[in-house]
């Protein structure tokens, strides 16, 4: 789970926690991850009044958005 957000840098790698998101996102998508689980950090999303979504690119090029709970940093 990424805590602070703020210290991601644009382009930096992230791991989809597949956990976390199983309940919520469609079946291709989660085959995707299951396959390879690292992003690309590419910006950010407002998402409610007091919540951020980080927007990713997955590895096949597709663009979604995570809760930061729903990633982890790649160390």
């Not at 998402?47 to 990713?56: A, E, I, T």
Request: aromatic share 6%; hydrophobic share 40%.
């Amino acid at each position: 789970m990424i805590r602070d957000s703020t210290t991601l840098k644009k382009g930096q790698k992230l791991r989809v926690e597949i956990n976390e998101v199983k309940d919520r996102l469609p079946h291709n998508i989660l085959e995707i991850i299951r396959e390879e689980p690292v992003v690309e950090l590419v910006g950010y999303k407002m998402v409610d009044g007091n919540q951020f979504g980080l927007v990713v690119k997955l590895m096949n090029g597709e663009i979604n958005w995570f809760f930061e709970k729903e990633l982890s940093e790649i160390m």
